[in-house]
Structures are given as C-alpha cells and as structure tokens.
C-alpha cells in the first residue's frame, strides 16, 4: 500500500489556481481559485484536483446501479425511494412486465426492493430508473443494509480485491449498490460474517492496512 | 426512509426464530446505558440517558405557584416532551403529536401515581402557595425504546433536583410579612435543599413481533411490531403502571412472562439509576 | 442602563475575570448524534447547544420547492429547562425572528443551486443557555453543515461584542468599554450587543443584529473586535472537523 500522505480537507480550503489546475469532484471555483466544498481526503489526479467526500447523501449519475425501495405504485410508475435527496421514477416502460394501467402494484408494491439502474438526471435534479437490463431485477431474500455511500469505493476496492475478498471467505451472494445500499444472501453465520467486515470497512475506510485487517477478521471466525 | 422495506423485515422475522436480533443481543437484554445527571445549569435538576444510541435530556424546573383546589396543600407536577426534530428525520417540529403526549403521560403517570415525589412537602403556605415542578423531557436521539430512556431521565433528573429556594430568596422576603406562617417552611429550608423523593418504580418496555418478544427494542424492530408493552415495576417486586401500545394484542401467558422479565430488567435498570445518582 | 454591579473594574478585569477582548471557554464536538445526517456539540461559556441537519432532501410542500436551489430551513428553538424561568416549550416570536436570520446568513454559504428543490433543514437546540445563544447555534450549525457533507463555501461562524459599563445621562452615554462575548450579567446591565456572522474565507458579514447604543466609533471597535473572536472560534470549528477523522488516519 503506498503511503501517499493521506489529507484531510476542509470546506473553503484553498487547493490550487485554475491556470495550473483543473477542478475536480468536491470543489468549487472562485475568482480563478480552486477550493474545497465538503469535508473529504484530498486526492490528486494531475491536473484534477479531487476531495473524496467522507460523508453525504448519494449523488447519482446516470449508469450508477443502485438498490430502490419502492415508496408508491403511481397509475404508471412507481416512486422509489433510492438514499438521495430526492425520490426517483420508475415508469412502466422501463420494466420487464407488460403492466396495465393501474395495476402497477400487481407487480411492485411499497416496501419491495430492486436492483436497479439509474437511466437519467436532468437539470432539476429529476431522477428515473430503470429494471430493464439483464442484471436488475426485484429482490426476494437475503438482507439488506445501509452504509455511507461514500465508503461503497473502498467496499468494492480496487478492481473489486474486496468485494473479492469478502466473497471468499464467506460464500455469500452480495450486491453493492452506488447509493450505499448492499444485499447479501448466504448462510446465517456468514451473513453475520459479513456484516462485521462491511462495518469494520466503513469505520477504518480511510486508513492504511484495511484490507490486511478485513481479510484477518475474515479469517479467524 | 420511514418504513422499513421488506426484505429487511423478514431478515429480523428469520433471525428471531432462531433466537437472534440484528445487533446481536439475546431477547431479553438491554442495549448500553449511560447515565449523566446534573448536566444542565440552568435547570433545578437535570439527566442525560442513553440507551444504545438513543439520547434523552430531561430538566426539571420549579415555580411557585398556586395548588389545586382538591389539594390545596400539595406541590403540582407538570410532565411535558418534545419530539424535536433535532432527533429523528420523521419528528416534525409544532405542537404535540400522539406520540409526544403519549410518552409524557406515561412517563408522569409513573412518577405520579407511585408518589415519587413527596408533594406534600412542597407545600409553602397551605391552601395558598406550593411548587410546580415542571418536567420537560427532550429526544435528542431516536434509536428506539424512548419509553424507558425518558423514564430514566425524568428519574436521575429528579434526584439530581435542588429546591431553589436562592432563586427565588426575594418572594420569600415579600411574602414573609403578609403570610408570617411561611416562616415555619423558611426555618426547615434556609438554602437549596434536595427534592423530597420515594423509591421510584422502573419501567422496562417490550416488543411483539411475529410471536417473538424483546426487550429494549432498536428502532428497526419498533418498526416491525405488533404490540408494545412497559411495565413499571417498584423494588418490592409490585407492579405499579403499565402501557399497553400499537395495533396488535399479547395472550395473558406472554404478559405474564413480561411482567417476569420487567422484574429483572428493573431491578438492574434500578441499580444502574442508583449508582448514576450515587444515592 | 444603570446598575448597581460594576461589569468592568480598574484593572479592565470584568466580572469573570476576563479581559476586554476575551472569549468565553468553547469545546465543539461534530457528529454526536446517530440519525441525523450532521450534527454538532458545543459549549460555548454557561451555553450547551446541539445542531443537527437533516438533508438535502426533497422539500415538502411542494409549493415550498423551489426549482433552481435548495431552501434552507433553519429552526433555533430553546428547551424548557435551559432558563432561569421555565420556558412554555414551542416557538415564540424571539425564536422565529433567530430562526429566520440564521437562515438567511446560511444561504450565502451553502452551495444551493446543486440541489434544486431540495430543503436542507437545520435544527439547533439551546440545552443551557448564557446569553449568546444565537451565536453559539449558529456556530454549531456551521459545523453540522459540514459534518453532513453539504456543499459549502464556507464555513460560517458567529460571534459577539458590545459595551458595558456606561452611564446614560439625558440620552448620552459616557464612559464604559467595548468587550468581546458578552456573559449573562453583561448582556443584560450593559449598554450595547453586536451579534455578527461571518464566512471567514471572504470576510463577508452573514448576519449582523445590535441593539443598544453605540457611537460610530464604538461600533467599528465592536465589529473589529467580533471579527476577530469569529477568526478564533473558526479555527475551533476546524480542529473539531479534522478531529472527527484524523484518528481513522493516524492508523500505523
């Protein structure tokens, strides 16, 4: 793990001059000025400048796979409740099922959950799904939990080494979705299993050494 | 997310037939709790309680003031609670809902009924003038088993409650020369004095869901039950109030086996209460 | 406004034994509080307050959203038991008008045009108070924002000053010192409070109030003076930031 040094940054810090750099994820500019706009580890990209948010709600963008909990079957849609700051829209022409106006529930109804892909978001912040891919589909069984969606990065790791990880040792079936919102299926000691190592990532995600802890915890139970 | 979607409502049914909970605690055992009396200044008396991350703040105040008149020479009680915003995304901020008032009647009701407090001894000059203790409790945090958590809170905040008789040394002087009696009350208070207290009953509250009972429920499986029960047990082993709550109903032999646990959650709640307060 | 105590004494010592320019003791804690999305602490003096935010989310009722940015709703509101007299819990008009200026003094900050029709909800809760409360909760709610990853600018910061210690004869004052922070006995026999509000970055003024009496002069020496207390307390808010993440990172 190379040890770049790790920063902290806080709103309003100054990072950088727009002629030198570019304004990444987390920033704002002003009067020709680069600077932070959440709390967030400062992460270079030459020339970005990033922070990557320790904490917030999830941002979405177009292609994200995601978890919805359906909130209310409309005449031709449902609401979908997806961890962002506003619910999303599920229309009828993007399911698989030939749906009949008004009977949206026959077929989703409030409190089922969905993997689900996030198709657009326009100017105002409007968001729609869609359960038309191969991968998405409503959920039956298994177990849902909540995390910061700013710690699914590390969840996953890179190039998957810790879904990886967390997939081998205890044989369990999960999804990660961007909004922070993962399912896993598999015997009960090792939902339990899981669980522990997916609340030591969020607790530790910013430290050195993380995935030698995880794969410790894994392996002694 | 005000309802808690399916799946995760049958993952917490599965476990509990195999006698587990999501946080691993077994049904009848109680989250953390930690106990911090007398954190507010400005209050007479005041308590912070956690039970797990469920966070209460109760404040005591008193005010002189005039008593019922069907007991005329009785201090007067006053329990309120806020289900600030602050606590929960769900709470909304105005007046009272069910819920609030639901809670703060309970949590009076344990301390009235059961004489907590000895409210003929606030009595300054009788038939005319006594104390109005007034007990506001604050959700600061909603985790779950706001019953219990603000229970406790109005408990250590009572014991941790002074008589202001400084504050309040001016009307003692007005009154002195119209009511000369009140000079038998000046004599046995000269300064702040603790509030005159009873042995309070403790309260212990339970769930029902899918035929499982647990006690101190976390908010997830308040979420998921059919039917609420606290009982509010004194050390002698008495029943002394009892709350039934939600929509659905417990069989005599599951209220019976509640009031067995409540005797045992209360008793360790009680030791708790009394090493917090060190009395 | 004439009293029998003497606010300041020779020495320029004031009741508590501070200095004219002063500030009581503050701790600031972020994220204390489980459900809310950020949340804050503070003890600022005899003040104990907490903030939470709750956001951004979508605004309701609808007819409140408004299509181009996030409203803020900021609600100050002081429990029963945190004054000498009881408090009839629920807001008064006091309340209402803190609410509103705190609201106004954290638009200028948030970053409101990424989340259009969205409300971000600021609760501040005075537990104890020792006068200063507006600018101990505005303070906390500062750190609540950022604590919540809301887009900031800034992070606000508030503080106070005013004067104690003068006579009032025919409508002219004579005498008395501009101070920092006002205490319980200074807020209520002294002459004169500046409660301001400012983005420290910028410099700008987010929120100011001053009732009492004050020549020009004074006035520049208050503002002068508050600024700088909110340049301190700034620096306060930071380190209870970092705090909250710096031990994930001193790991090996």
Redo the contacts between chains.
Sequence with gaps: MEKTKREIVLPSQYLGDINKNKAGRGTFIEQGKIYARIVGVLHQNPPYINVIPVKGRYDAVEGDLIIGFVEEPLSSSWLVDINAPYPALLHVNEVPWDVEFGETEKYLNTGDSIMAKILSVDLEKKLNITLKDRNLYKIRGGHIIDVEPSKVPRIIGKKGSMIGLLKKYTHCRIFVGQNGRIWIDGDDENIVKMLEAIRLIEEESISYGLTNKVENLLKTQ | ?T?????????LY??AK?G?RAD?RGFNEYRDIIIEPG?????EG?ARVRIG?T?V?????M?IGDPYSDTPNSGVIST?A?L??????DFE?G??QADAIELARVVDRGIRESEVIKLDELCIIPAEKIWIL?I?I?I????GNLFDTASLAALAALYNTKVPME?FKEFFEKIKESHPVVNDYLQAHQTDYPLPMREPPISSTYVKFNDVIVADPSIDEEEIADARLTVATDKNGDIRAMQKGLKGSFTVEEIQNIIKDSLVNGEALRKKLNESVGS | MKSDINLINEDGKRLDGRAADELRQIKIEAGVLHRADGSCYLEWGGNKVVAAVYGPREAIPRHTQNPLKAIIKARYNMAAFSVDDRKRPGPDRRSREISKVISEALEKVVITDLFPRAAIEVNIEILDAEAGTRCAGLTAAGVALADAGIPLRDIPVSCAAGKIGAEEHDGTLTGGHVVLDLGKAEDNFGNADLPIAISPRTKEILLMQMDGHLSVEEFNQALSMAIDGCYVISEIQKKALLQKYKTDLEVE
């Design positions: 997310m309802v808690l979607p399916i799946i995760k409502q049958n993952y599965k476990i195999q587990k691993g954190i507010i200044s400005k209050a005041s991350k966070q703040v109760c404040g005591i105040k005010d309120a806020e600030i915003p602050l606590a929960s995304p901020a007046p009272p007034f506001d604050h600061i945090d909603y985790d504050r």
